[in-house]
């Protein structure tokens, strides 16, 4: 019934004009949304009676002409600078058939800019159709790899998601903050922080922290190592003591020890960098030296026979010096960037993305001048937790009854649709960063919110949410001095259970662990005296 009826929309147009040939689907996506290519940043104009499409400008050039007719033979007409070309066009059979008619047409857009411009009977016989609450997205450069990544870990393309995904080496399971693990994982204590995939039969050692980054299959990942924000394809080898940030390493790409790759940076297939290497910003390290790339696909031109360059090509004296005593093949650059800053500015537009997480109210405080950017589902998060600290700080400076406090929270919570464990999520944030003084104002706060606490934290799934979350934060805005302290307050008050906590306690950020050690041991104490007790 749901496909019937898109159907019937798509193909409204068809039945208003038999003359129609084709239906360009459209997301609704303001300027600057990250799933909008640069290169997709175009101008359309509609009759919003019918939705023709009357003209299709790329918003790169800096003038538009339109014809005067446009005007004149039109009543009203609509000009979009919020729709996002999906890409999708819905044709009639003949259509692909004019491709071959003109060989200078190489896409669906030259073909409506050109063709169909050229032609003036038949720019009315396109129609566009306008998506609102559907997900629709296209891969372009890496800034929208980021970006529709980011919407997969995060789950607005459901069902389209890692644990519904499933291969003969294994499957996902997905856990709480994002985090989505293949069950032949192999961890030895490493730290894997929110929105992290990892792929089937990757292995991971100890002391390693990855946190917002996607790992492939069958990668080895040593000690101490450190991944953020970042894309490691499938049997990819990142040896102890690296950095990765921001970046993407192809597959069968390694890493050798105490190297750092900087944002920005792709490492292509079958490359190597280190030992002891720091690369910039922006570097790319290809199969293939400038020399070797004549074309854009590696090949010469002069004949049908030239074959393309190959591994055969490719000498050990001819390897660049920069990649380190093991480094393997070529730092690539173009003959168009600059020595100063035209790879530093490429990667800046071309890659990279701001980390979306939870931040502070402060933080969102400073950004609110700015345009937000609305997510697929129509949930502002920054506007939740905005109103979800003013319902707590207020609250408790005016020392109203917790109760309104906490049918403020449950009204918000269900106009931004939020889910209840990221609603737990936000209330355990709001309580740390709302205490103006965490040194002594910290157990009164615990005291006064307990109630709203006692409402999320009835299982084990919503305390562990809670002390992943105090983890997070202390580590983020370097609170770790007061992480055992708001433990012990939090146990005093029965929001968390004594198992709970030590439980949490095995899989730990180390640097917490060392600031709690003292509290852990004295749960431990108090259980074994307890349990002689009872004996």
């Known amino acids: 019934k749901q496909w019937y009826q898109r159907r019937v929309a ?62 004149t033979t039109n009543e009203v007409v609509d000009f979009h600078y919020d729709l996002m070309n999906t890409h999708v066009f819905l044709c009639e059979a003949h259509v692909p058939a004019r491709f071959g008619d003109h060989f200078d047409i190489q896409d669906m857009e030259s073909f409506i800019k050109g063709v169909v411009g050229e032609d003036e009977t038949c720019i009315e016989n396109i129609y566009i159709h306008i998506l609102e609450d559907r997900y629709a997205a296209r891969v372009t450069n890496l800034r929208t790899y980021v970006s529709v990544s980011q919407d997969i870990i995060n789950r607005w393309t459901y069902p389209v998601v890692p644990d519904n995904y499933y291969n003969a080496s294994g499957e996902y399971i997905y856990r709480k903050r994002g985090i989505y693990l293949s069950n032949s994982v192999k961890l030895y204590k490493a730290n894997i922080a929110q929105n992290t995939v990892v792929g089937p ?33 499938d049997e990819v080898t990142i040896e102890e003591g690296c950095i990765i940030d921001n970046a993407v390493l192809a597959s069968g790409a390694k890493v050798y020890k105490k190297s750092t790759i900087n944002p920005g940076c792709i490492l292509a297939i079958d490359t190597a960098v280190g030992p002891n290497v720091v690369l910039d910003p922006g570097t790319k390290v290809t199969a ?73 109210i402060d933080e969102i405080s400073d950004s609110s001048d700015s345009t937000p950017v609305p997510s697929e589902s129509g949930i502002e998060e920054d506007g939740f937790y905005r109103e979800l600290f003013d ?36 209330v355990c944030r709001g309580v740390v960063e709302a205490c103006p003084d965490l040194s002594t104002q910290l157990p009164n706060y615990l005291k006064y919110f307990k109630p709203l606490l006692a409402k999320f934290t009835n299982d084990l ?34 929001i968390l259970d004594e198992s709970v906590i030590l439980r949490w306690n095995e899989t730990a950020n180390p640097e917490i662990k060392n600031k709690i050690c003292r509290f852990i041991t004295w749960l431990l104490e108090a259980e074994e005296e307890s349990s002689e007790e009872s004996d």
């Open 10 to 71: 798509i193909t409204a147009g068809k039945k208003k004009d038999k003359e129609c040939i084709m239906t360009c689907i459209f997301k609704k996506a303001m300027p600057g949304h990250p799933t909008r290519g640069l290169e997709d940043d175009v101008v359309v104009c509609t009759n919003p009676h019918s939705n023709q499409l009357l003209a299709f400008h790329n918003a790169n050039v800096k003038k538009f002409y339109y014809e005067i007719d446009l005007f």
């Open 201 to 233: 039969e990757t292995t991971i050692d100890r002391e390693t922290e990855i946190t917002d980054s996607v790992i492939g299959s069958k990668c080895e990942i040593g000690r101490n190592v450190k991944i953020t924000k970042s894309f490691i394809w």
């Open 288 to 360: 293939f030296s400038a020399s070797h790339l004549r074309t854009d696909s590696g090949c010469s031109n002069d004949s049908e026979d030239t074959k393309c360059s190959g591994d055969n090509d490719i000498s050990d004296t001819d390897m660049d010096e920069n990649l380190g005593a093991d480094g393997w093949r070529y730092v690539y650059k173009s003959e168009e960037e600059d020595e100063d800053d035209s790879v530093i500015s490429e990667y800046h537009k071309k890659w990279y993305l701001p980390h979306q997480g939870i931040r502070t």
């Open 391 to 426: 319902s707590m700080n207020g609250g408790y400076d005016n020392k109203t009854n917790i109760d309104h406090v906490i049918l403020e929270i449950n009204s918000s919570k269900h106009a931004y649709n939020v889910s209840v464990n990221d609603c737990l999520m936000y």
């Open 461 to 494: 799934s919503s305390q562990l949410i809670i002390l992943d979350e105090l983890q997070a934060w202390s580590l983020e805005y370097d609170r770790v001095e007061y992480v055992q302290k708001i433990l012990h307050i939090m146990y005093e008050e029965d």
